[in-house]
């Protein structure tokens, strides 16, 4: 099976070819990804129309690549999956009317994939693992714990009640006038700081949910930063690598303490194979996979992380979620719609609620 797959729900307008052959796993045929950085870096965040506009004007230019680089044609395909939200609606929609044409061109089916699922799936997409495993999706939007038992069926065991970490990271970075991205930046500082010297919280962890909340640390920071200018005038290099430190701590410290309580819930599946997962951005931090290493050794789990280009925003992921719906005998029509919010645990636009 060999599927397109197209991805424009944020900042990144993307597409890839994927083929599966046996098990799990499939081979990336392709994956280009247009990345929108410079586009958006004056306003200081992603401004959604600018993003629309250019993902319409790139994904034309996208699929060619995408299709040149795997050596294929359109005839070479079995179907073309799409990310049909959640996201930028402008975005979405550009990604959708796109496969939509090419589908009514070639006759060939249409699969809308939730952005979330391709995220999700991807440890299946790189290595052939079984249902069912831990997911932890942290990244600049997202955080949350999901509990994958089929394609589309998943679990949502908890998540942030406000900003997700990679948020917390660029503001930290804002905040301290380091660079963006903020998680590379700041865990960069974080390596010559003290993580003792600033007490950062650790917020609901006096609850036994799986719930996070990352918003209080950039108030706890501006806090502190504002405090030793008020004493000293300004910040030195090592007032700012010890806050970074401090920062870093406390988002490691909440999430591992979430993940051993998202896998002791998991582990009363008694799953064959253990499995945690984490896909995002941010887990790319060194601090934070040794946190969730450990704590997997600890719990006799599997830990899981695949190469960073397919834990952010890619079509790769999306082709790969399109792939096993379409084993599920799953088609979208022309009706298929952009849908801004769309979370997981009710995923497929053709089986509302499946999810347990
Ligand atoms: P989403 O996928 O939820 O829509 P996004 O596309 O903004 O959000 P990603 O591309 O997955 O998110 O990840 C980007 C985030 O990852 C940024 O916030 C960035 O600061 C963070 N990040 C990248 N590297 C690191 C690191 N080493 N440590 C911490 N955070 C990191
Ligand atoms: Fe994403």
Not at 223 to 250: H, N, P, S, V, Y
Not at 341 to 355: C, E, H, V, Y
């Amino acid at each position: 099976l060999t599927l397109l797959g197209l991805e424009s729900s944020c900042d990144d307008t993307a597409a890839a070819v994927v083929r599966q052959t046996t098990g799990a796993k499939a081979e990336i045929l392709s994956s280009i990804v247009f990345g929108q950085t410079e586009l958006h870096s004056a306003y200081g965040g992603v401004v959604p129309e600018i993003a629309a506009r250019a993902h319409a004007e790139k994904l034309d230019s996208c699929v060619r690549d995408a299709l040149a680089e795997a050596g294929l044609t359109l005839g070479d395909l079995d179907a073309i999956a799409v990310t049909a939200g959640p996201g930028l609606i402008g975005g979405v929609m550009s990604g959708v009317m796109c496969a939509k044409g090419i589908s009514a061109a070639t006759g060939l089916p249409l699969i809308g994939v939730n952005h979330l699922a391709g995220h999700a799936l991807t440890p299946r997409l790189t290595d052939d693992i079984t249902y069912p495993y831990l997911m932890l999706l942290v990244s600049g939007g997202h955080c949350q714990y999901l509990i994958a038992r089929g394609p589309e069926t998943f679990s949502r065991l908890g998540g942030t009640i406000d900003d997700a970490p990679g948020e917390a990271f660029d503001k930290t970075a804002r905040l301290l006038g380091l660079p963006q991205p903020g998680g590379p930046s700041v865990q960069a500082e974080a390596e010559h700081g003290d993580p003792e010297r600033f007490r950062f919280p650790r917020p609901l962890l006096d609850r036994p949910d799986c719930n996070l909340s990352f918003s209080g640390l950039k108030t706890a920071l501006m806090r502190m930063r504002d405090q030793i200018i008020a004493e000293k005038g300004g910040l030195t290099r090592q007032d700012r690598a010890d806050l970074c430190a401090g920062f870093q701590a406390a988002i490691v410290d909440t999430l591992v303490e979430k993940t051993r309580r998202a896998l002791r819930l998991y582990l009363e599946d008694k799953p064959q194979y253990p499995t945690l997962a984490v896909a995002g951005g941010v887990a790319a931090n060194t601090e934070i996979r040794n946190g969730l290493m450990a704590l997997c050794g600890e719990l006799e789990t599997d830990f899981l992380a695949p190469p960073l280009a397919l834990c952010t925003d890619n079509a790769a992921m999306i082709a790969y979620a399109g792939l096993e719906r379409y084993k599920t005998g799953a088609r979208d029509g022309m009706s298929l719609s952009a849908r801004p919010r769309w979370p997981l645990d009710k995923t497929s636009p053709a089986l509302i609620g499946s999810g347990k």
